[in-house]
């Protein structure tokens, strides 16, 4: 999108509709991947991508999350640095779809034993695991993520990932005990309904949903596209593969009953006091719990209260009001629920963890933005770890990418953007003035048990600290923040009491006092000791992750992804322009693409620059003796990189395109392959000179005492392709793909009136191939000579092979239908592969005969054809066959050869790699044979000059397919009930006001001068393509009119007849 012509909002969109509707899900700014939700399933993440995507350039193929991901993988290994990708967006963007792809990716390219597969499982094994207690149906994403993840996958020196951390944010408890409408409880719920075998629902007392008052209040059971019953299965082969023992699996599930069946306990007033509605609703909670049922009553209803009276201090029994007694029922259960979610999330942790860290890659997978009808605390902490991370982007992104150009002093002009920092400042600041997290411990901290009237407390204080604030305001419920993604107003109900998230000692002592070893595990609080101090609060705790999480992410090297939401219908083709414009410009994307533009696409530190790039020039490997600076400026010039592409900062290199980098990567992966295939060809030739001594000898068994050998091909050695046909694509088309060559030679094929032609004759696993070359007679390519798969025999077909007992080079392969006559002068080293050959595969001993009158059967074709032919040798002069056609006979004569009890002399001929021992063509043929060029073997001298091989060719145009462009109808209203207003796209608040006014911030253009001004003038150090209507554009060296300069770096100038605004700092004054 760089490339984009204007960089406006609505191009951006138009681009990115575009390319939807097209059914291309991904874009790049510079490195940064945009996502757009295709909600179905894309055909471009086969194996075939994997392999398309592994150790490919950015610019290769289209943009896609596996090349995103191989970048990653790579620069994680060359560079040695850890590597992490950000994935952002709103609700039901894409993000863990996304966050799975990368796994499975690297789960599929890297290497391993048993041991490094095992982890892998674990690693793909923890998604079911965990969106089945973390993830719930809610009106914006049917599969929504409730709880943030950070998974760090670990790597071995090798590359191969060994290891890995969860480490798991906030998880949303209070969906434990109360949905929304249209909403459903964690997925884990259902699937136990659902799926639990007869015999454990009679044991666990499960019933359908609707019997469940934690389950019925928001009246959906079922979502759309998941199979509860299925995902159960899968849940439970998760917890299998992680390693999860059986009675602790079975204990999760007794803890999911006992929470169902806790939340069925009613109170009623009696008196001023709760009562449980009917006690026979204790016992199955409490069996299943493991707990005494008259216990469990009791601690639900009252509660011990330390109170110091007179300097003593005394515990008190308080007994507890309806609503109190609901209340702490709810807590018990979001306990529960919660401490058995962190069990889990460090069950796949210590299933996976590592003594000692190598290398990682973090994929961070939170809960998106989002805003419901009714938006409480929860939402407020996703909201906020949200615009956490819109901060990192923008830190990284924008503000340190712009900073660092000024302290490395590279010429640059100033992009602003909107910097949420101030949204993040109001909501986390400690002091001067503090922010709402502040505010509310605070309240929290004085407030009692329930803390009736606190949260008006909170409300009040609040409009004391930041009413006045710009991203503020209040409203009758509760409080409005203006975040960077747009207003959203919380509902200050129940903020004290879910900040305050303190479970009573009662209820950490009724759990303890259990008789499952596992659930009293849970709760291993000391309640002697673990009194003292103010307690953490749920958001003094959310803003220390998220903080800590910031701080884990800036010491690695960031990638993003900026997943879009393009609908609410979860539909396909589905495009609500507004609603991807807001996510546009809430996400900076048009800033980033300026940025990226006017900005450079990589920058390095020099002493790091050198070291990966060293390998380029003889002067810099191993090692540069100079300053750094210099080998830097040696190695750009050494690849002819123009001057305008880079530039040298104090201490980093600045490289402004992609392709300009990719230069220099494809230069050093050439250079890499090179030094590998000499190594490989050194080994190789190592490991071919004893496989083809071997072969040799019994190569010389097969003809012994049967034919007479050449004299120069007794002590010969093998090499097996002759034709070099790892270069020869136009060969090779006629294998399959990844199909081994044992043998390939330039042979004479004799036809039925004896003329000899050329043919290449191929022998691999598969049978033996004979490719010629025509002449195409029609289309584009008439007249261009072509090679041709003439015939292929299978093993199969192959009856016998003839030859005569002479030291000729004839052999005949006798097939069902008709016979080929070929010469070779390596025919013992092709006879004796394909008799290896052919034995592996019809299990059966190729027979050989040996005669000097060898009859062949001619291809019938047409009225002529069909019959036999006859070869007849005889004894004549010299070592080189002559031929003579008589009639249905060819007369061949030699001279003697080495006696048929000829056996190899030498263990080892002197190596001649791909050079004849005989001139191929030394004899004339008396027909003419047709010549055409041969390939030489691959000499070394070739293999040095030769581009890297082409393990990945350029995609065909349909890698990515095109699909119908027919627009889908939008779906019908898909909620009937209640106020959907919230699914609106949101309003920006000040928030979209800072971001428009921040963009607009440059001086406008000078009024146009009636005459040419004999003003000053200046000279373009470096190209500037125009990015917006109102700018100029020019090339290196072009000189033109200065008409105004302006502090904020914005030039006005005049080129070309045309007037406009250009950055300053991009030109010096002539
Ligand atoms: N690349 C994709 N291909 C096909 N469908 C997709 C893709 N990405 C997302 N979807 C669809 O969109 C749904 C929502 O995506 P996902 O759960 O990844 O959103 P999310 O950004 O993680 O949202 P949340 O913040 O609520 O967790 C998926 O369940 C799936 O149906
Ligand atoms: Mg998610």
């Known amino acids: 999108m760089v490339l984009l012509s204007k960089i406006n909002e609505d191009a951006i969109v138009e681009n990115l509709k575009k390319r939807y509707m097209d059914d291309y899900i991904f874009s790049y700014i510079g490195s940064v991947l945009i996502s757009v939700n295709p909600f179905k399933q894309m055909p471009y993440f086969t194996d075939r991508e994997i392999e398309l995507y592994q150790g ?16 990653m993988y790579r620069n994680m290994m060359i560079d040695a640095e850890n590597q992490c990708v950000i994935i952002s967006g709103e609700s039901g963007a894409g ?121 019925n209040q928001s009246g959906t059971y ?40 806790l939340g069925n306990i009613s109170f009623i007033e009696a008196g001023n006091y709760g009562q449980v509605e009917s006690t026979d609703l204790l016992a199955f909670p409490a069996y299943l719990l493991g707990i005494d049922p008259s216990r469990l009553q009791e601690k639900l209803t009252s509660r011990q209260m ?28 979001k306990a529960l629920y919660t401490r058995l979610f962190d069990y889990l999330v460090e069950a796949v942790n210590k299933a996976i963890r590592k003594p000692t860290e190598e290398y990682s890659t973090g994929v961070l997978d939170i809960y998106g933005f989002e ?22 982007f923008i830190e990284l992104t924008l503000k340190a990418e712009q900073e660092e150009y000024v302290q490395e002093g590279i010429k640059w002009s100033p992009i602003q953007y909107f910097n949420n920092k101030v949204v993040c400042d109001l909501i986390e600041n400690k002091l001067s003035p503090p922010g709402i997290m502040s505010v509310l411990d605070d309240v929290c901290a004085t407030m009692h048990a329930k803390g009736e009237g606190a949260d008006e407390t909170l409300l009040q204080k609040l409009h004391g600290t930041v009413g006045t604030h710009e991203h503020f305001n209040s409203w009758n419920s509760g409080f409005v923040i203006h975040h960077y993604a747009g207003k959203v107003s919380y509902d200050i109900n129940g903020f ?42 749920a958001s ?5 992750q998220a903080n800590d999480l910031v701080n884990t992410l800036m010491k690695c090297t960031p990638h993003y992804i900026r997943c879009i939401k393009p609908n609410e219908t979860k539909r396909p083709r589905d495009w609500e322009e507004s609603r991807v414009k807001h996510q546009v410009e809430y996400l900076g994307l048009r800033e980033n693409i300026r940025v990226r533009r006017a900005g450079f696409a990589y920058r390095r530190v020099f002493n790091k620059f050198l070291q990966r790039y060293a390998i380029l020039t003889t002067e810099t490997w191993p090692c540069w003796r100079g300053t750094e600076q210099q080998g830097v400026l040696h190695l750009l010039k050494s690849v002819n990189m123009d001057k305008d592409q880079y530039q040298m900062g104090h201490t980093k290199v600045f490289v402004k395109n992609p392709e300009s980098l990719f230069l220099l990567e494809e230069m050093r992966e050439r250079k890499f392959d090179t030094f590998a295939r000499t190594i490989q060809k050194a080994w190789r030739k190592y490991i071919a000179r004893r496989k083809y001594e071997k072969m040799r000898e019994e190569a010389s068994d097969i003809l012994y005492q049967s034919k007479e050998r050449r004299k120069n091909s007794i002590n010969r050695n093998f090499v097996g392709d002759y034709l070099g046909l790892e270069q020869k694509p136009e060969l090779r088309q006629f294998l399959a793909k990844r199909e081994r060559v044992d043998f390939a030679d330039s042979v004479n094929k004799f036809d039925r009136r004896f003329k000899s032609i050329k043919r290449d004759l191929i022998l691999t696993p598969k049978g033996i191939y004979l490719i010629g070359r025509e002449k195409v007679k029609k289309g584009p390519e008439k007249g261009q000579i072509k090679e041709v798969l003439k015939r292929k025999l299978e093993f199969g077909n192959i009856i016998s092979v003839s030859l005569s007992t002479r030291q000729d080079d004839f052999f005949v392969l006798h097939e069902a239908q008709y016979d080929s006559v070929l010469e070779s002068n390596f025919k013992t080293e092709f006879l004796s592969l394909l008799c290896k050959r052919y034995e592996e595969v019809t299990k059966r001993k190729l027979t050989l005969s040996f005669n000097d009158r060898l009859e062949f059967k001619v291809k019938k074709e047409g009225w002529g054809g069909g019959g036999s032919r006859f070869l007849v040798f005889q004894r004549g002069q010299g070592d080189l066959a002559q031929v003579k056609p008589g009639g249905k006979t060819l007369n061949i004569t030699v001279g003697d050869g080495l006696p048929k009890t000829s056996k190899p002399t030498r263990k080892s001929a002197p190596y001649s790699h791909g050079t004849r021992t005989n001139p191929p063509n030394s004899r004339g043929h008396p027909h003419g044979a047709t010549q055409f060029s041969r390939g030489g073997a691959p000499s070394a001298q070739h293999d040095f000059t030769n581009t890297a091989p082409q393990r990945h060719g350029r995609p065909p145009s349909a890698a990515l397919p095109k699909l119908g462009t027919q627009r889908s109808q939008r779906a019908p209203a898909q909620h009937k009930q209640g106020n959907m207003d919230f699914l609106n796209v949101p309003e920006q608040g000040m928030s979209g006001m800072q971001r428009k006014k921040s963009i607009g911030q440059r001086p406008p253009p000078a009024p146009k001068p009636s005459s040419r001004p004999q003003g000053p003038r200046c000279r373009a150090l470096y190209q500037y393509i125009g990015q917006d209507e109102d700018e100029i554009s020019f090339n290196v060296n072009d000189v033109f ?30």
């Open 56 to 71: 490919a350039a950015q610019y290769e193929n289209p943009p896609h999350i596996y090349a995103l991901t191989d970048n």
């Open 95 to 215: 993000k863990t779809v996304a966050a799975k792809y990368i796994m499975s990716y690297i789960s599929k390219v890297s290497g391993g034993g048993a041991k490094v597969q095992h982890v892998k499982d674990i690693i793909l094994q923890s998604n079911p695991l965990l969106e089945a207690f973390g993830n719930a149906k809610t009106v914006r994403n049917n599969n929504s993520s409730r709880f943030g993840k950070y998974f760090e996958i670990q790597f071995s020196r090798g590359g191969e990932p060994d290891g890995g951390k969860i480490s798991n944010f906030l998880l949303e408890k209070s969906r434990v005990v109360s949905q929304n409408e249209n909403e459903r409880n964690f997925h884990i719920f259902y699937q136990l309904i659902e799926g639990a075998p007869v015999q454990q629902k009679e044991i666990l007392g499960i019933m359908t949903p609707e019997y469940y008052s934690y389950l």
């Open 222 to 261: 079922k979502v759309d596209g998941t199979n509860d019953s299925k995902d159960f299965q899968e849940t439970m082969e998760a917890m299998e593969v992680i390693g999860i023992p059986g009675e602790i699996q079975a204990q999760v599930l007794q803890i999911i009953g006992g929470i169902l069946h």
């Open 306 to 333: 330390d109170s110091k009276w007179g300097g003593k201090s005394e515990s008190i029994n308080v007994t507890l009001n309806q609503e109190q007694a609901t209340y702490t029922r709810d807590a018990l259960a």
């Open 371 to 392: 805003i419901f009808q009714r938006n409480g605390f929860e939402q407020f902490c996703i909201n906020f770890v949200n615009e956490k991370l819109q901060q990192i």
């Open 496 to 537: 004290c009491e879910r900040n305050r998230d303190v479970l009573f000692p009662d209820l950490i002592e009724l759990m303890q006092s259990g008789e499952h070893h596992f659930i009293r595990s849970l709760f291993p609080e000391n309640l002697n000791t673990d009194k003292k101090g103010r307690p953490t609060t």
């Open 540 to 544: 003094s705790k959310i803003k220390k």
């Open 1041 to 1070: 009119d200065l008409i105004r300069q302006d502090t904020s770096g914005w030039w006005t100038g005049r080129i070309r007849g045309r007037e406009g605004l250009f950055p300053g700092n991009y030109v010096e004054k002539v």
